[in-house]
């Protein structure tokens, strides 16, 4: 099965974003862009993009974005899967209970996110173009 899936984009979550950013520019330059927001609680957040070549992507995100502020940092992993919905049924016969199912993003996607028995998170799906 692993052949259907390849990375898409890695995804950091961290509690000193400007200084990250600051980091992850020096290391790959300028980003693709950036979006910014408030959630449903009224916080806000920031996420940018970083191109990693073969169209992989690294993002940068503040604590805030789509998780509750708890001070974690942590990755999120993302793989293009053609069939979301598919994988998703799947890992659910197997006992395996997704934090969010299959939905469409404001920034083009479908997917679904799902944690690993350590706790990392995984999002999988099929990923639209950036939004800018």
Not at 70 to 99: H, K, N, S, W, Y
């Amino acid at each position: 099965m692993a052949a259907d899936l390849s990375l898409a984009e890695l995804a950091i979550r961290t509690r000193n974003f400007d200084a990250c950013l600051a980091f992850y520019r020096l290391l790959l330059g300028d980003e693709l862009g950036a979006l910014d927001g408030i959630d449903e609680r009224g916080g806000t957040w920031r996420i940018v993009w970083f191109d990693l070549g073969n169209g992989t992507r690294l993002a940068l995100a503040d604590t805030a974005f789509r998780r509750p502020a708890a001070g974690q940092t942590g990755m999120v992993f993302c793989l293009r899967c053609q069939d979301p919905e598919a994988m998703e049924t799947r890992l659910r016969q197997a006992g395996v209970e997704p934090e969010c199912g299959t939905h469409d993003t404001e920034e083009g996607s479908r997917l679904f996110i799902v944690l690993d028995p350590d706790g990392n998170e995984l999002s999988v799906g099929i990923y639209g173009p950036l939004p800018f």
